[in-house]
């Protein structure tokens, strides 16, 4: 189980959110960061960069063995666990958490392996699982792996039927399948469904930075 405490854990998922965030980093010495995907990513970079700045610690943690361990392949992934290293970020991976609890004005984070991790803040940036309703009644496939509608290289999920942004689990002709949660990508998936939608049978390539 999880207890989540308002004031002093938090989920991203709008530009107030942002804000309020900023706002703690500079009243608190510790916050960690559940999630190791893209915006679990930028904000960890981001933190750890003001981090000797406001004698902050930022803790980054999720349950892949490495940073961006869900879309990306093992050796890029190490080289992202470094980058986000070298930021001041201290990485704790393959870390699934069991509960937290409020103790002694510190938040502690039980993983299930028995490690504690203490902290001031938690956000929790774990990503979100995309309505794959539709599916069963228009019979389209669903990827039993990373979750989405199971498309191919040009988006496609059947004859006539595109699908872009987070719901596509995508095959990318570089890196294999994957599905992507971010705004660059849904941007830039969306504008390339429409294309092939007119004919234009372009795979997608378009690898998605970071912030």
């Known amino acids: 189980y999880i207890c989540v405490y308002k004031s002093t854990c938090c989920c991203i998922l709008q530009i107030e959110d942002f804000k309020e965030l900023d706002k703690v980093s500079r009243n608190v010495k510790s916050i960690a960061i559940i999630g190791g995907g893209f915006l679990g990513s930028e904000l960890a970079c981001a933190l750890g960069r003001r981090s000797s700045e406001f004698d902050l610690e930022v803790i980054q943690m999720y349950p892949e063995k490495g940073n961006m361990g869900k879309v990306l392949p093992e050796y890029l992934s190490n080289w992202t666990t470094e980058k986000v290293k070298s930021e001041g970020v201290k990485i704790i991976s393959e870390a699934l958490v069991k509960s937290v609890v409020s103790k002694d004005d510190k938040l502690e984070i039980q993983l299930k392996d028995g490690r504690l991790v203490k902290t001031d803040h938690i956000v929790a940036a774990v990503g979100l699982?995309?309505?794959?309703?539709?599916?069963?009644?228009?019979?389209?496939?669903?990827?039993?792996?990373?979750?989405?509608f199971r498309v191919n290289a040009e988006l496609q999920a059947r004859s006539n039927i595109w699908v872009a942004g987070d719901a596509a689990c995508f095959y990318d002709i570089r890196l294999g399948r994957r599905r992507v949660e971010h705004h660059d990508h849904a941007v830039v998936s969306g504008r390339l469904a429409g294309e092939n939608m007119t004919g234009a049978n372009k795979p997608y390539w378009h690898q998605s930075m970071f912030w």
């Open 129 to 148: 699982e995309p309505n794959v309703d539709l599916a069963k009644s228009a019979g389209l496939e669903v990827d039993s792996d990373f979750g989405g």
